[in-house]
Nanobody, 119 residues
Framework: QVQLVESGGGLVQPGESLRLSCAAS????????MSWYRQAPGKERELVAS???????NYADSVKGRFTISRDNAKNTVYLQMDSLKPEDTAVYYC?????????????WGQGTQVTVSS
């Protein structure tokens, strides 16, 4: 079993920064794409940013220039640096990993971490 554990959420004021982390644990696996999604109350879950094992990145238009995704493959960890936060960034943020393990490919999700941007 592969587990994803997120950390780093919290309450910040508009314009401030937060850094989210997501670490994958388990054995006998490799990770292809690691991504961050978010879901605000009453809205569908949406892709925020993704990063391949070769560090190719993709961002939602709403966060381009403010958020930066990165990963440490040796630690099976992905990060999301969030700068210039806005109230509309308030959501539960989820980590997602596309995992290759024992000849199969599966998607795993973290439990989510709350980010609240409010004055």
């Amino acid at each position: 079993q592969v587990q994803l554990v997120e950390s780093g959420g919290g309450l910040v004021q508009p314009g401030e920064s937060l850094r989210l982390s997501c670490a994958a644990s388990g054995s006998g696996f490799s990770i292809d794409v690691m991504s961050w999604y978010r879901q605000a109350p009453g809205k569908e879950r949406e892709l925020v940013a993704s990063c391949t094992s070769g560090s190719n990145t993709n961002y939602a238009d709403s966060v381009k220039g403010r958020f930066t995704i990165s990963r440490d493959n040796a630690k099976n960890t992905v990060y999301l640096q969030m700068d210039s936060l806005k109230p509309e960034d308030t959501a539960v943020y989820y980590c997602r990993a596309l995992v290759h393990r024992w000849g199969a490919t599966n998607t795993y999700w973290g439990q989510g971490t709350q980010v609240t941007v409010s004055s």
